[in-house]
């Protein structure tokens, strides 16, 4: 029997198509390719996925790592409380291309992937085990330690950097590594920066929500609707705000035309104007309970409340 958590259901993870493929990962039910015809072409079982909190193993909130395609590979993260593994299918066949071992507590991230040198790496977040592998092997290259000790939001990077953000526990840091680190590079106490870490910020790390890259910003935003615009480059606060009254955010800020969009779990949709300066240009309601995060393709966003399917476009 597996439990899950009551904002959970056994369908978080997000599909992931490369235009010919979609996957589609429901945790302890198995991963699944179809061809976009809906034609099963393979599938995988991987027995039940604890997604539990590591302090109580009753606690389970369920699976919620989403698969990513990169070069016609499939990449899952699987922490759990039990043989935590990151590990790569072929697309087409379903075949196993390897699968590596993590030392790590359950979490709920889902994996990203960036070039160094025109190689790419495949980075995680995570508690224990934060850090970037071989996308061809499955090697280790870099790892740190520390931060929230329940790992939800994605990393993301910029031309040089990559991001991570994390809150739960005793700590809650923003972190900026740079792509090129290598080995266990893991801050010391009192440190706030070394070798390959560029900046931190011991407090004020996101739970739930990850972080926005826009137009030379970086955006941290937190389930009680504080707002951080960043310099990526430095780690210098630009602005902090305050968004919404008395509600909670459990998704993550998509941007698009010069804006960025925050919707709350009443369904509230915050449109506020990309830059240096806080500027909320309106707000419009969905109607509906909202837990997702929105996904914006070809001038249309699209919104996945509890009960509909909304698209919106010019």
Known sequence: MIKRHSKSSHANCTPATNGEYLVVFFGSEGLYCYDLDGELVWDKSFGKLKSTWFMNEKAEWEFSSSPIIHENVVIIQCDVFENSFLAAYDIATGKEL???ERLEYPGWCTPAVYDV???AQVVVNGYRHRGAYDFETGEEIWKMSGGGDIQVPTPIYNDDLVFFNSAHGRFSPILAVKKEAKGDITLAKGETSNEYVKWSWPRGGAYMNSMLLYEGNLYN???NGILNC???ETGEEIYKTK???RVSFIN??????????LVDENGMV?????GITYELLNTNTLDDVFMTTPAISEETIYFRTMKHLIAISK
Do not use: H, L
Request: glycine content about 10%; charged content about 25%.
């Open 252 to 261: 993550s800020p998509i941007a698009a035309d010069g804006k960025i969009y």
């Open 117 to 119: 040198d025109g190689k």
């Open 98 to 100: 390897w699968k590596t």
């Open 221 to 223: 935003f937190r389930w």
């Open 230 to 232: 960043i310099n990526p």
């Open 243 to 245: 968004v919404g009254e």
């Open 270 to 274: 915050y449109t506020i104007k990309s």
